[in-house]
T-cell receptor, first 110, second 110 residues
């Protein structure tokens, strides 16, 4: 069974700072997904990482995947208030989605 | 118009009642999913369907059933609702590497 753990679960940071959210998963995963959820809203897909060493970037967010370490990271560069949200990672194995991480609640303070 | 719609958006019901949550999509995607989200937690997969004739249980299918009436419609039923099924329910479709989430249905079981 694929289990996904994120850390930290809560992150408060200042605008302009850099930080990384970690997503560890328990078994071989075919791909790794990152999502964003704003309070009271639905989820928005951010990235899908398909292979070892995959790196994707969108604006101030960059996601990477290390399948050997069973680790994905979401790096935030020069954070701005608009990035405040909850970020989830999710794994897929054998063609089916299984479980989401608990989420990292990010607050970016002015 | 939204690509993935859910009805109702909010529902309050009583223990023991049968309730159906509906999901419709205009994206023409074969894959559809039902998730529940509890406060402060990530999403947990209830059921998923890769096409009209392919329906699979997720990690928390007990107490739920689904029906894939057509490619565009995927309904979730609670045969006899209980209070611990109070949650936010999301439907999603998938194509390629991206999931598209509906706005959610907030269900309260008294």
């Amino acid at each position: 069974e694929l289990k996904v753990e994120q850390n930290p679960l809560f992150l408060s940071m200042q605008e302009g700072k850099n930080y990384t959210i970690y997503c560890n998963y328990s078994t071989t995963s075919d791909r790794l997904y990152w999502y964003r959820q704003d309070p009271g809203k639905s989820l928005e897909s951010l990235f899908v990482l398909l292979s070892n060493g995959a790196v994707k970037q969108e604006g101030r967010l960059m996601a990477s995947l290390d399948t050997k370490a069973r680790l994905s990271t979401l790096h935030i560069t020069a954070a701005v208030h608009d990035l405040s949200a909850t970020y989830f990672c999710d794994g897929e194995t054998s063609g089916s989605r299984l479980t989401f991480g608990e989420g990292t609640q990010l607050t970016v303070n002015p | 118009d939204a690509d993935v719609t859910q009805t109702p958006r909010n529902r309050i019901t009583k223990t023991g009642k049968r309730i159906m949550l509906e999901c419709s999509q205009t994206k023409g995607h074969d894959r559809m999913y039902w998730y529940r989200q509890d406060p402060g937690l990530g999403l947990r997969l209830i059921y998923y369907s890769f096409d009209v004739k392919d329906i699979n249980k997720g990690e928390i299918s007990d107490g739920y059933s689904v029906s894939r009436q057509a490619q565009a419609k995927f309904s979730l039923s609670l045969e006899s609702a209980i209070p611990n099924q109070t949650a936010l329910y999301f439907c999603a479709t998938e194509a390629g590497d991206t999931q598209y989430f509906g706005p959610g249905t907030r269900l309260t079981v008294l």
